[in-house]
C-alpha cells in the first residue's frame, strides 16, 4: 500500500552541490512526473516520462536532469544546485489516459544556501 | 495568459457558509478536469474529478462548462476542516499527460 514514495523529505545543499531525489511507485503507472512549488506560482511541470526509456523536458527543466531505467523508479538530479532551486519539489504518478488522476509523493523541502 | 486561472483567494467564511471557486482554462483542447485539495505543506489530494453533466460528492458540487472553458467548485456547509488550498487542474492529454495546475485558492473556514 505504499503508493509514491519520495525521498528525502528535507535537504540543505550548498550552491554547486548536486544531489538526487528519489522518487519510486508501485501501482504499475506509465507516467510519473516531477513538480516544484514555489509560493504563490502553483505547481509547475520539471520532467515527465511516459513509460522505461522515455522522458520529456516539462515547463521549467533547466538545471535537472531525469532518467527512466525502470516502471517504477522516476529520479531527478540536481546537476549544479542554485538558490533558485530552492522549492518543494513533488513527484506524480498515474496511468496513461485521459482522466487519470495524479499520486502524489509526500514532497521533498529543499534549500540551496 | 497563464493556462489555468483560478480567484486569488483567501477566502476566510464562517462555518456553515456556502463558497464557491472559479477556475479558467485556456487549453480548448483539454480533455479531462479535477479539483485538488492541498493542505500546508503537504502534498496535493484529488478531491474529484469534474464532468460535463456536473457531479456532487457530499457537500461538494463541480461544474465544467466546455464552451466558456470554466470550472467551478462549490462547497456547502462548510468545515473547519476544509481549510486548505484548493487547485484547479486540467489534462489535455494528447501524448502522454499534459496536467496543467492552476496557482490554487486558500480557504479558511472560521469558528
Same mark, same amino acid.
Given at each position: 500500500n505504499? /503508493? ?7 535537504q540543505?545543499?550548498k550552491t554547486?552541490q548536486?544531489m538526487?531525489l528519489?522518487c519510486?511507485q #508501485?501501482?504499475?503507472?506509465? $507516467?510519473m512526473?516531477? $513538480?516544484r512549488q #514555489?509560493?504563490?506560482m /502553483?505547481?509547475?511541470l520539471?520532467?515527465y ?6 522522458? #520529456? ?5 533547466n538545471? $535537472?536532469n ?6 517504477e523508479d522516476?529520479p ?9 532551486q530552492?522549492?518543494v519539489y513533488?513527484?506524480?504518478?498515474? $496511468?496513461?489516459?485521459s /482522466?487519470?488522476?495524479?499520486?502524489f509523493g509526500?514532497?521533498?523541502q529543499?534549500?540551496?544556501? | 495568459?497563464?493556462e489555468?486561472?483560478q480567484?486569488p483567494?483567501?477566502f476566510n467564511v464562517?462555518e456553515?457558509?456556502?463558497v464557491?471557486?472559479?477556475c479558467t482554462? *485556456?487549453? *480548448?483542447a *483539454?480533455?479531462?478536469?479535477?479539483w485538488y485539495?492541498?493542505?500546508?505543506r503537504?502534498e496535493?489530494k484529488l ?6 453533466s456536473?457531479n ?6 463541480a461544474?465544467l ?5 470554466y470550472?467551478?467548485?462549490l462547497i456547502?456547509?462548510?468545515k473547519?476542516s476544509?481549510s486548505a488550498?484548493y487547485?484547479c487542474?486540467?489534462?489535455a492529454?494528447?501524448?502522454g499527460?499534459?496536467?496543467?495546475f492552476?496557482p490554487?485558492?486558500?480557504? *479558511?473556514?472560521?469558528?
Open positions: 505504499a /503508493g509514491v514514495t519520495q525521498t528525502p523529505k528535507f540543505v545543499l554547486g548536486s538526487t528519489q519510486a #508501485d501501482m504499475n503507472h506509465e $507516467y512526473s516531477w $513538480y #514555489d509560493p504563490g /502553483g505547481l509547475r520539471i520532467h516520462s511516459v513509460g522505461a526509456g522515455i522522458t #520529456d523536458q516539462g515547463e521549467v527543466p538545471g $535537472y531525469v532518467s527512466r531505467s525502470t516502471t522516476f531527478l538530479r540536481l546537476l549544479s544546485a542554485a538558490p533558485s530552492t522549492s513533488f513527484c506524480a504518478s498515474s $496511468y496513461q489516459g /482522466g487519470e488522476k495524479l499520486f509526500s514532497g521533498t529543499l534549500s540551496v544556501l | 495568459r497563464k489555468v486561472e480567484d483567494g483567501p464562517p456553515g457558509a456556502t464557491a471557486f472559479n482554462y *485556456s487549453n *480548448s *483539454s480533455q479531462s478536469f479535477f485539495r492541498q493542505d500546508c503537504k496535493p478531491l474529484m474529478s469534474v464532468y460535463s456536473g456532487e460528492d457530499g457537500r461538494f458540487t461544474q462548462n466546455r464552451a466558456s472553458q470550472i467551478s467548485l456547502r456547509d462548510s473547519l476544509d488550498t487547485l487542474v486540467v489534462n492529454a494528447n501524448y499527460q499534459n496536467f496543467v492552476g490554487g485558492t486558500r480557504l *479558511s473556514v472560521l469558528p
